[in-house]
């Protein structure tokens, strides 16, 4: 018997080394190469049979015919959002998100959902059991075929014979091809299945839609190439405990990776939410100290999102500062400006801040109403419900204008909010009639317009 051939391959960024090194040369990360079989033989195409030889010409840029790419839509808005306008023919898509987070019930729910002749290929789950979840999500697509298998070249032949216009594999992690050695989930297998997909994909104009295991530090399981491979890298995501999930594209070859989509997760499935701002905002009964509302935009969308505040004398020598939803990093920033800046004592104080719906944000446009929760959480006096907050802190304590002003006063228009406290240096042409627009600009005139 022929000797297996071997490769050394890093685990986390998939360089290949022809022996076992301690560190990887390329990432510097230590002891992630590990031994693969692989058996190189003479490489086939994704189909059996050869195609010719085509070589191409390079051409002028305006002597390229130009059409728009060719979409399909998706008939989930949400996604269509995300993705820039629906699948693109011939594109590959990859899904990463935690185990459990929804990824196989939001690409069965796309499978079901597309009028289009869908191919679903499983290869975690058994026939059985998806037409369970199925049962779940009370679809009446009946275009939707559905097949358990991992070798690829058994899944060629399957698209051969249906002749679907979407493909969707659930996942890229138990693929396998007869051409390596290697056991699934393996860098080289994840390698070679996936540019066997991409080659179908471009072959064919259908367009392939991913899913994709992801590490414990978040990233998608297998190596960095793989996302350099495919078009389009969607990232899903959201707290397991509760059921909100959001989705947001971290690559997008076709669009912009600004935008982001909002699900649900009900017991017949996930539900796209239209208006995120009203489930956001807690619903409660009179006002409360150590909460307020930041009119924040995720991507190109505008939310509102309720911070809550609790500052306690601390237990113990020293304080406690925790965040959930927020960097605790900027946290401790916020507070020490508050502390240097203002003059507010919250040295021996516990703080905790959370953001209301188990989401993360990041825009610092929201340093405002941090800072508004914390001190009114401190003074145990209550904001207005019908008030918001859109600024940036800087260092000094000043209150620094943000990006697309307007159309966060607009949506807090919309929602019914009567007054929004922004930065005086952020320039305003519209004029608004059912908001009052108040400009600030240090951290002493928060406290003064809200508790003095
Ligand atoms: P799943 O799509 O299997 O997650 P992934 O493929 O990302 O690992 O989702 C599993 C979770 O979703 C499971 O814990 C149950 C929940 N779920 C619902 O709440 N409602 C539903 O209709 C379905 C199908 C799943
Ligand atoms: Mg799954």
Same mark, same amino acid.
């Given at each position: 018997?022929?000797?297996?051939?071997?490769?050394?391959?890093?685990?986390?960024?998939?360089?290949?080394?022809?022996?076992?090194?301690?560190?990887?040369?390329?990432?510097?990360?230590?002891?992630?190469?590990?031994?693969?079989?692989?058996?190189?033989?003479?490489?086939? &195409?994704?189909?059996?049979?050869?195609?010719?030889?085509?070589?191409?010409?390079?051409?002028?840029?305006?002597?390229?015919?130009?059409?728009?790419?060719?979409?399909?839509?998706?008939?989930? &808005?949400?996604?269509?959002?995300?993705?820039?306008?629906?699948?693109?023919?011939?594109?590959?898509?990859?899904?990463?998100?935690?185990?459990?987070?929804?990824?196989?019930?939001?690409?069965?729910?796309?499978?079901?959902?597309?009028?289009?002749?869908?191919?679903?290929?499983?290869?975690?789950?058994?026939?059985?059991?998806?037409?369970?979840?199925?049962?779940?999500?009370?679809?009446?697509?009946?275009?939707?075929?559905?097949?358990?298998?991992?070798?690829?070249?058994?899944?060629?032949?399957?698209?051969?014979? /249906?002749?679907?216009?979407?493909?969707?594999?659930?996942?890229?992690?138990?693929?396998?091809?007869?051409?390596?050695?290697?056991?699934?989930?393996?860098?080289?297998?994840?390698?070679?299945?996936?540019?066997?997909?991409?080659?179908?994909?471009?072959?064919?104009?259908?367009?392939?839609?991913?899913?994709?295991?992801?590490?414990?530090?978040?990233?998608?399981?297998?190596?960095?190439?793989?996302?350099?491979?495919?078009? /389009?890298?969607?990232?899903?995501?959201?707290?397991?405990?509760?059921?909100?999930?959001?989705?947001?594209?971290?690559?997008?070859?076709?669009?912009?990776?600004?935008?982001?989509?909002?699900?649900?997760?009900?017991?017949?499935?996930?539900?796209?939410?239209?208006?995120?701002?009203?489930?956001?905002?807690?619903?409660?009964?009179?006002?409360?100290?150590?909460?307020?509302?930041?009119?924040?935009?995720?991507?190109?969308?505008?939310?509102?999102?309720?911070?809550?505040?609790?500052?306690?004398?601390?237990?113990?020598?020293?304080?406690?500062?925790?965040?959930?939803?927020?960097?605790?990093?900027?946290? &401790?920033?916020?507070?020490?400006?508050?502390?240097?800046?203002?003059?507010?004592?919250?040295?021996?104080?516990? /703080?905790?801040?959370?953001?209301?719906?188990?989401?993360?944000?990041?825009?610092?446009?929201?340093?405002?109403?941090?800072?508004?929760?914390?001190?009114?959480?401190?003074?145990?006096?209550?904001?207005?419900?019908?008030?918001?907050?859109?600024?940036?802190?800087?260092?000094?304590?000043?209150?620094?204008?943000?990006?697309?002003?307007?159309?966060?006063?607009?949506?807090?228009?919309?929602?019914?909010?009567?007054?929004?406290?922004?930065?005086?240096?952020?320039?305003?042409?519209?004029?608004?009639?059912?908001?009052?627009?108040?400009?600030?600009?240090?951290?002493?005139?928060?406290?003064?317009?809200?508790?003095?």
């Amino acid at each position: 018997m022929a000797k297996a051939k071997t490769t050394f391959f890093c685990q986390n960024c998939g360089t290949q080394y022809a022996k076992w090194l301690g560190q990887c040369n390329s990432c510097h990360e230590w002891n992630t190469i590990v031994e693969e079989v692989i058996q190189k033989e003479e490489k086939r &195409n994704w189909k059996q049979t050869p195609t010719t030889k085509k070589t191409n010409k390079a051409l002028k840029i305006n002597e390229i015919p130009f059409d728009k790419e060719d979409r399909i839509s998706t008939l989930n &808005n949400e996604l269509n959002r995300v993705l820039g306008g629906g699948l693109v023919k011939g594109s590959m898509t990859l899904l990463g998100g935690e185990p459990g987070i929804g990824k196989s019930t939001l690409l069965l729910q796309i499978a079901l959902g597309i009028p289009k002749r869908v191919l679903y290929v499983s290869g975690e789950e058994s026939q059985s059991q998806i037409k369970m979840r199925a049962e779940r999500l009370q679809s009446k697509n009946t275009n939707c075929l559905i097949l358990t298998e991992t070798n690829t070249q058994n899944i060629f032949r399957a698209i051969e014979e /249906v002749q679907p216009d979407v493909v969707v594999i659930d996942s890229i992690q138990t693929l396998h091809t007869e051409y390596i050695e290697a056991s699934p989930g393996s860098i080289s297998q994840i390698r070679e299945t996936t540019a066997e997909f991409i080659k179908f994909a471009k072959e064919t104009a259908t367009p392939v839609l991913l899913i994709g295991h992801i590490t414990k530090d978040g990233a998608i399981a297998g190596p960095k190439i793989l996302e350099h491979m495919v078009d /389009v890298v969607l990232q899903f995501e959201g707290d397991r405990n509760h059921t909100y999930r959001i989705l947001r594209a971290n690559k997008n070859r076709f669009g912009s990776t600004a935008e982001l989509g909002i699900y649900e997760m009900q017991s017949i499935g996930l539900r796209e939410v239209e208006n995120p701002s009203e489930i956001l905002i807690s619903q409660k009964e009179g006002d409360l100290s150590g909460t307020a509302i930041a009119a924040t935009l995720e991507g190109m969308r505008p939310l509102m999102i309720e911070v809550q505040a609790l500052v306690s004398t601390a237990v113990y020598g020293t304080p406690q500062r925790s965040a959930t939803g927020y960097d605790t990093k900027r946290l &401790n920033m916020l507070l020490a400006v508050l502390e240097k800046r203002a003059g507010f004592r919250l040295g021996a104080k516990d /703080v905790f801040l959370n953001i209301a719906g188990g989401i993360k944000v990041d825009d610092p446009a929201i340093d405002l109403a941090v800072i508004s929760a914390i001190l009114s959480s401190n003074e145990d006096d209550a904001i207005p419900q019908d008030f918001c907050f859109a600024a940036e802190i800087g260092l000094a304590g000043e209150i620094r204008p943000v990006n697309r002003v307007e159309q966060r006063i607009l949506e807090a228009e919309k929602l019914g909010f009567h007054k929004i406290f922004i930065s005086k240096f952020n320039k305003i042409s519209k004029s608004f009639t059912s908001i009052k627009i108040v400009k600030v600009a240090k951290v002493d005139d928060i406290y003064a317009n809200l508790f003095a």
